[in-house]
């Protein structure tokens, strides 16, 4: 697999909250170091990447005009809530200080490496195989139109293989993490085994499914020797165990 470079462009932030604060009653010596700013953005996008080597970050100036009190303690950097990795993401830099305040940094991500894409076209419900795919090198992120709008794409293919596929996609597509969905091991109207532990012993029945889910997750399940309606796990395929 070809080394994956990566390039960065950090851009001013678009959308600002102030709690707590007024402009107007905040001198120079009481302002916090806009610098101090951008290198905890600066520091928090390289520590979010999965291989810093080689990491180039351009933190563009923030709008002078900014006037956020002094932060005594540490700021806090994360994620904007529904932001990605690559392409346009969002920073929330916060202070939980007395005179609280926090600011969105919009940035763009991009890297060039190899990505997996779909050899063929998959319908909604199609297990993930690794023969469906292919790798190609691409730039991702950025200005580049054909990903400016997807998820991040599959890096680590293991995880992923045996998910369902959640819509139809078309050959060509770069795999990204929102078109894929733990697959549906048990389906509503089916029967299935009952799997329940108690006092050190294994007992089964059988049952019929009255929901669908993933391994994992919660469905409910009727009884068939005594007509009872349980809630379950999902253990494997038509095997669940009875939840306490």
């Given at each position: 697999?070809?080394?994956?470079?990566?390039?960065?462009?950090?851009?001013?932030?678009?959308?600002?909250?102030?709690?707590?604060?007024?402009?107007?009653?905040?001198?120079?010596?009481?302002?916090?170091?806009?610098?101090?700013?951008?290198?905890?953005?600066?520091?928090?996008?390289?520590?979010?990447?999965?291989?810093?080597?080689?990491?180039?970050?351009?933190?563009?100036?923030?709008?002078?005009?900014?006037?956020?009190?002094?932060?005594?303690d540490p700021?806090?950097?994360?994620?904007?809530?529904?932001?990605?990795?690559?392409?346009?993401?969002?920073?929330?830099v916060a202070?939980?200080?007395?005179?609280?305040?926090?600011?969105?940094?919009?940035?763009?991500?991009?890297?060039?490496?190899?990505?997996?894409?779909?050899?063929?076209?998959?319908?909604?419900?199609?297990?993930?195989?690794?023969?469906?795919?292919?790798?190609?090198?691409?730039?991702?992120?950025?200005?580049?139109?054909?990903?400016?709008?997807?998820?991040?794409?599959?890096?680590?293919?293991?995880?992923?293989?045996?998910?369902?596929?959640?819509?139809?996609?078309?050959?060509?597509?770069?795999?990204d993490e929102?078109?894929?969905?733990?697959?549906?091991?048990?389906?509503?109207?089916?029967?299935?085994?009952?799997?329940?532990?108690?006092?050190?012993?294994?007992?089964?029945?059988?049952?019929?499914?009255?929901?669908?889910?993933?391994?994992?997750?919660?469905?409910?399940?009727?009884?068939?020797?005594?007509?009872?309606?349980?809630?379950?796990?999902?253990?494997?395929?038509?095997?669940?165990?009875?939840?306490?």
């Amino acid at each position: 697999m070809p080394k994956i470079r990566l390039r960065f462009l950090v851009l001013v932030a678009t959308s600002i909250v102030f709690t707590e604060l007024s402009a107007s009653n905040v001198n120079n010596s009481g302002i916090h170091p806009l610098e101090d700013i951008e290198a905890s953005v600066r520091a928090f996008v390289i520590e979010e990447q999965p291989d810093a080597e080689g990491v180039d970050v351009r933190v563009n100036s923030l709008d002078k005009r900014l006037r956020l009190a002094v932060c005594s303690d540490p700021l806090q950097t994360f994620w904007s809530p529904g932001s990605r990795r690559y392409g346009r993401v969002t920073v929330q830099v916060a202070c939980e200080g007395p005179k609280s305040w926090r600011i969105h940094v919009q940035s763009t991500v991009t890297y060039e490496g190899s990505v997996w894409v779909l050899g063929r076209g998959v319908r909604r419900g199609d297990i993930l195989q690794r023969s469906d795919l292919v790798q190609k090198v691409v730039t991702v992120g950025g200005n580049n139109s054909a990903f400016r709008n997807v998820a991040d794409p599959v890096k680590d293919l293991e995880r992923w293989l045996g998910y369902a596929f959640s819509a139809r996609v078309t050959a060509g597509s770069v795999l990204d993490e929102n078109m894929l969905a733990p697959a549906k091991v048990v389906n509503k109207g089916e029967s299935v085994l009952i799997v329940h532990e108690t006092a050190g012993l294994q007992l089964q029945t059988k049952g019929i499914a009255l929901s669908e889910g993933a391994k994992g997750s919660p469905v409910q399940v009727k009884n068939t020797s005594s007509g009872k309606t349980v809630d379950a796990i999902v253990l494997a395929r038509g095997l669940v165990q009875l939840l306490q």
